[in-house]
Every structure is written in structure tokens, then in C-alpha cells.
């Protein structure tokens, strides 16, 4: 089954589109996707590609996460967050350990934002969330890990967690980093306005540029240029 996949993957390679998202991941020499692998497969095409194989086992799906190609691995995690919606409790640990255990093949932040929510996050809900805080002292993959997990929480309107890793983090140096918070922070503002801009008031001078206009991106502009 998984060389199935794995041929079905490959016979949709699009060579015009793996180079436009190869600069767009930013995949040269030093940038942070360096020897990334596309196939120049978009998102849609893959997640029909994963409905065919959510009966692969953890083993093989350990196997494309391994891989280079990119695709590969985001397939794997499409499969992964549908098992993981379907599991028992015991099988859900599993779909967690194997996760963690693969942070650094979780190396670009789609592959993050399209599984730390659904499969960390979700799994966390009703559980103690110092990994989270393990992983905000972790490589760039594992912090963004971190913050998109809370994300399952903002859903709720729990955002102690969330907070308290964009207080951690703001002096993070890299964009990426900038970008998840501000979104996170941009997200709780969405269920209550106040709680937001309560951290904006307090944060807002030593924050990121980017942190914060991904934070403000919905703000009247009047609001908006006042926090800039």
C-alpha cells in the first residue's frame, strides 16, 4: 500500500509548479528549508491522495515522514490527523508519540500548521501542556510546533497557554516565530477583543514588527497605525 501511495504521488508531479514552491518554502542553500524535495503538488491533490491510504499503519507513515520529498511527509500527516480524529485514547498516545518523535521531519510551517492543531493540540485539550513549553526551547520546527498546538485551546476559548508561550517568545529571532504568535494573538482577539489587546499593552513595544502587525492585521486602521 505505501508504494502505492508513494506512485500515486509521483505520477501528479508538476515540475513547473515544484520550483514556484520551492522558492516559496524557501528551499535554497542556508534558507530554513534547505534540501526540501518538491513534487509540485498542491494541497487539494494530496488530501485526496491521503483519503485512499488512511489505512496505512504508523510504521509506514513513519517511513514517509522520513522522506525528503515533501510531499511525502504532508501526505503522512494528512493520514495522521484523520487517524488521530478516529482514535480510541490508547491509539491517540500512539499518533502523539510518533508526532513528537518526528518534529524535525516536521521541518516547514505548512506541514506544522496543517497537523500541530488537530493532533498535539487537540490531544492536550484536557491534559498538563508542559510539553509545550519543552518545545518552545526546542529547534525552530518545535517552537512553531508549540505555538500552532494552543491554537486547539484559542478554538475553546483557553488562551493561558497561548499567552504565556507569546510572553516566552518574544524575543525569538526568527520571522516564522513572529508570524505564528502574531497570528495566535491575532486569533484570541477574534473571542475576546480585550484579553488581546490587554497583551498588546503590555508587549507591544518590545514585540517583533511582524508579531505585531500579524497581531493587529484586523484592527481599524486608526487602532492599527496607534499600535504601530
Known sequence: MLNRLKKELESLRNPEIAKLLGRYFKTGEGQYADGDVFFGI????????????????????QKLLNSRIHEHRLTALFILVHKYSKANEEEKQDIVSLYLKNTKNINNWDLVDLSAPRILGQFLLNKNRKILYNLAKGHLWERR???????????ENDFKDALKLAE?????????????????????????????ERF?????????????????????????????
Not at 518574544?170 to 484579553?195: P, S, Y
Not at 498588546?200 to 497605525?225: G, N, S, V, W
Open 145 to 155: 510546533i508549540a505555538v500552532l498546538a494552543t491554537f486547539a485551546f484559542i478554538r
Open 200 to 228: 498588546l499593552k503590555q508587549h507591544c513595544k518590545a514585540m517583533p514588527r511582524t508579531m505585531l502587525r500579524y497581531a493587529i492585521e484586523k484592527f481599524p486602521e486608526r487602532k492599527r497605525k496607534a499600535y504601530l
Open 168 to 196: 516566552i517568545l518574544l524575543k525569538d529571532k526568527h520571522d516564522l516565530i513572529h508570524k505564528a504568535v502574531g497570528w495566535m494573538l491575532r486569533e484570541i482577539g477574534k473571542r475576546n477583543l480585550k484579553t488581546e
Open 42 to 61: 498542491m494541497v487539494p491533490l494530496q488530501r485526496e491522495v491521503a483519503r485512499k491510504f488512511y489505512d496505512l499503519s504508523l510504521n509506514a507513515l
